[in-house]
C-alpha cells in the first residue's frame, strides 16, 4: 500500500459545480523547468501495478487522460479537467465515483527542426523503444489512494516527485556484440544527431577463422534491448513458472529460456550455418522502429540502414558486403519490414521470410478497406450501425474495437505521437501535413476516412500493389525471393491482406514469381510456417527456420563463382 496520502489536498472552489478537477505541480527538488510533452492522468480501480503499466487495449485495462502541455516551469501548475481526452471513458465527468489509485506522468517531448523547414515536438526515444510508461527522464508521482466524485466541486492536487532513471546499454559478450552509428542522412533530415545500431551474433569460430567472410542474417522486428532468444546457460532451476493467459500454459518463462539455450547449442553445434545474424535498433520519434523504409515523416530510414548501417556492419565483422548474401526475416512489423526492404531494395537483399506481417494489402487495413471504405470504425447502412473489429483470439472472441484502440492512442498523444501502432502506420505511411506532423489517414475522433491520403499510402506503402503494378520492372529480381507465412486467426486480421497478396501473386507472370505462401490452421499471430509445432514454440524459433531455410536456397540464386563453402565449416 502507497503511503505518501500527503501528497493529496482537496480545495474546494467556491462557485463551481460540476467540476471536479485535477491541479498538478512538480516538486522542487525535480527542479524541471521549460517543459513540453502528453500529460497523462492515469486511474485505477487496483493496485496490482501502478497505473502506468494498466493501461491497453484488453478489456481489463484502466483508464488514462491526456493533455498536452508546452513550457511548463517548475512552480506553476496545470489544471486536468473535462478537456483532457480519456480512455476508454472520454471524460473525467463519466468516472463513476468510488475509490481509484491515481498517478501522473509527463511524456516529455523536445523540439526537432526538420530539413522540410517545419518545427515539431515529438518524443526522443531514449533507449527504451517508445514506451512512455518506462522512457528515461519522464516524470511521474507516485500512485496514491483518493476518492473520486467527478460531479464535486472540488480539485484534488497531484505532486509529481519522481524521475525515470536511464537505461544501461547492453554490454558486449563472446558471442554478441553492439554497434552503433550517427547516420548522416537522418542527422540531415531531423536536424540534430540521430542514431542508428544494431545487435550482432557472431558465428560460432569467429575468432579462428579470420579469412572467413560471412552472409548477413537481418532479423527485422519491434526494438531490441539486445539479441532475443539466444542465452549460453540452461534455464534458472529458481525460476517461478508464469502463467501465459495468450497461450493457455504455464511456465512459459521457462519454455523461453530454454527455447533461447537450445537455439544457442544449435548455434554453436556442427552443422549450422555460419552467418552473421543482427537485429537492428531503429527506434525514432514516433515509435520502437522506422519500419525500414524511407518516409516524408521519418526521413531515410530505408537508406540509411540499407547504404549506411549495413556495409557498416559488413566492414567491421566480416561480412561478404553483397547483396546475394543479405537476406531478411521477421514477424510482424518485422514481417512487414522484411519484405517491404525485399521490395524497395531488390539488388541489396537475396531473400525475404515474412511472418505475421502487417498490412501488405491496404484493402484489408486491419478490418478496414482504406479505399472504399467511408468510415475506418464503423459499417454503417440504413439502420444498423457496427464497430469493426481490431483483436480477437484463435476462436475470433473480439476484445477491442478498432475505435477503442485508435482512441487509446488519441488519449496517449494527438498528432501520431502515441507511440503505437496505428499512429506508427499513420507517421511511416502518410505524407507530411503542412503543420509538420502526419497527415491523418482519417480522422482519430470520428474515423472518417481521407480518400487522398489512401491513395498515396496505395501508391508508395501498399506491398500488393505495389509488386503488381512494378513486376515487369523488377521481377527478374525478386522471383524466388518472397516467403510469407500467417495464422488464419491472426489476432489483428493480419491474414485477411495476405489472402489477397497470395492470389495476386499466383497470377504474375514474365516472370512467374515461385512465391511461398502458408497459412496456420487457427494459429494466432506471429505463427512463422511450421505446422508441425504450437504457435507459442514457433515464434521463438524465428533465427533456427530461417537461416537454415535460406542457407539451402542460396544455393539456387546465388551467383556464379559466388562463395557457398567458407562459411559452411
Not at 526475416?329 to 537475396?350: C, H, I, K, R
Not at 506471429?526 to 542457407?551: E, H, S, V
Amino acid at each position: 500500500m502507497y503511503k505518501k496520502f500527503l501528497l493529496i489536498t482537496f480545495l474546494f472552489v467556491a462557485g463551481v459545480s460540476n467540476a471536479q478537477t485535477f491541479r498538478i505541480q512538480i516538486a522542487s527538488q525535480l527542479n524541471e523547468n521549460a517543459l513540453d510533452g502528453r500529460l497523462l492522468l492515469l486511474i485505477s480501480k487496483n493496485n496490482s501495478k501502478e497505473p502506468r503499466f494498466q493501461i491497453s487495449d484488453a478489456t481489463n485495462t484502466q483508464m488514462v487522460f491526456g493533455k498536452d502541455i508546452e513550457n511548463w516551469h517548475s512552480g506553476s501548475s496545470q489544471i486536468m479537467s473535462e478537456e483532457a481526452f480519456g480512455y476508454p471513458i472520454e471524460r473525467i465527468s463519466n468516472i463513476p465515483a468510488g475509490d481509484y489509485y491515481v498517478q501522473v506522468l509527463l511524456h516529455k517531448y523536445e523540439t526537432f527542426k526538420l530539413k522540410t523547414g517545419h518545427t515539431v515536438k515529438l518524443p526522443m526515444d531514449r533507449g527504451e523503444g517508445q514506451h512512455w510508461n518506462q522512457a528515461p527522464g519522464n516524470i511521474y508521482s507516485t500512485p496514491v489512494k483518493i476518492y473520486i466524485d467527478p460531479k464535486a466541486s472540488n480539485e484534488i492536487s497531484i505532486t509529481i516527485d519522481k524521475i525515470i532513471p536511464p537505461i544501461k546499454e547492453p554490454d558486449d559478450t563472446k558471442y554478441i556484440k553492439h554497434i552503433k552509428i550517427q547516420s548522416k542522412l537522418l542527422t540531415e533530415f531531423w536536424g540534430r544527431p540521430m542514431f542508428i545500431g544494431a545487435h550482432v551474433l557472431l558465428p560460432e569460430g569467429f575468432d579462428s577463422h579470420l579469412t572467413v567472410k560471412y552472409p548477413l542474417a537481418i532479423f527485422h522486428g519491434h526494438f531490441p534491448t539486445d539479441f532475443g532468444g539466444f542465452r549460453t546457460t540452461m534455464p534458472d532451476p529458481k525460476l517461478i513458472p508464469d502463467t501465459n493467459d495468450r497461450f493457455r500454459i504455464t511456465g512459459y518463462n521457462i519454455i523461453q529460456q530454454q527455447e533461447a539455450y537450445d537455439f544457442y547449442k544449435q548455434w554453436t553445434g556442427p552443422g549450422f550455418p555460419r552467418v552473421i545474424a543482427v537485429e537492428i535498433q531503429h527506434a525514432n520519434p514516433y515509435y520502437d522502429d522506422s519500419y525500414a523504409v524511407n518516409s516524408a515523416n521519418l526521413g531515410p530510414y530505408g537508406d540509411a540502414i540499407t547504404y549506411e548501417l549495413i556495409p557498416e556492419i559488413e566492414k567491421h565483422f566480416r561480412g561478404i558486403g553483397q547483396g546475394w548474401a543479405r537476406f531478411l526475416y521477421g514477424g510482424s512489423t518485422g514481417g512487414w519490414e522484411a519484405l517491404a526492404a525485399q521490395v524497395f531494395y531488390p539488388d541489396e537483399y537475396n531473400g525475404s521470410y515474412a511472418a505475421c506481417p502487417d498490412p501488405i494489402d491496404f484493402r484489408h487495413y486491419v478490418t478496414v478497406d482504406i479505399y472504399n471504405d467511408k468510415n475506418a470504425y464503423y459499417v454503417k447502412s440504413d439502420f444498423k450501425t457496427l464497430q469493426r473489429p481490431g483483436h480477437r483470439n484463435y476462436l475470433g472472441h473480439v476484445s477491442a474495437t478498432l475505435r477503442e484502440m485508435n482512441h487509446r492512442e488519441l488519449a496517449l498523444g494527438t498528432k501520431s505521437r502515441s507511440g503505437d501502432q496505428f499512429d506508427i502506420w499513420e507517421a511511416v505511411f502518410s505524407p507530411m501535413d503542412s503543420d509538420g506532423y502526419p497527415k491523418r489517414i482519417y480522422d482519430k475522433y470520428t474515423g472518417a476516412i481521407d480518400t487522398a491520403v489512401a491513395r498515396y499510402w496505395r501508391d508508395n506503402y501498399d506491398l500488393t500493389h505495389i509488386i503488381k503494378r512494378d513486376w515487369p520492372k523488377f521481377g527478374d529480381k525478386l522471383k524466388g525471393k518472397i516467403h510469407i507465412y500467417v495464422g488464419d486467426m491472426d489476432n489483428y486480421y493480419l491474414n485477411n491482406a495476405v489472402y489477397t497478396a497470395e492470389d495476386m501473386l499466383k497470377k504474375l507472370s514474365n516472370p512467374s514469381c515461385h512465391c511461398e505462401v502458408t497459412f496456420g490452421d487457427r494459429a494466432e499471430h506471429c505463427w512463422n510456417g511450421d505446422p508441425t509445432l504450437p504457435n507459442y514454440i514457433t515464434r521463438l524459433r524465428y533465427n533456427q527456420m530461417f537461416i537454415k531455410k535460406w542457407a539451402e536456397e542460396i544455393k539456387t540464386r546465388a551467383p556464379k563463382n559466388a562463395d557457398l563453402k567458407s562459411w559452411r565449416y
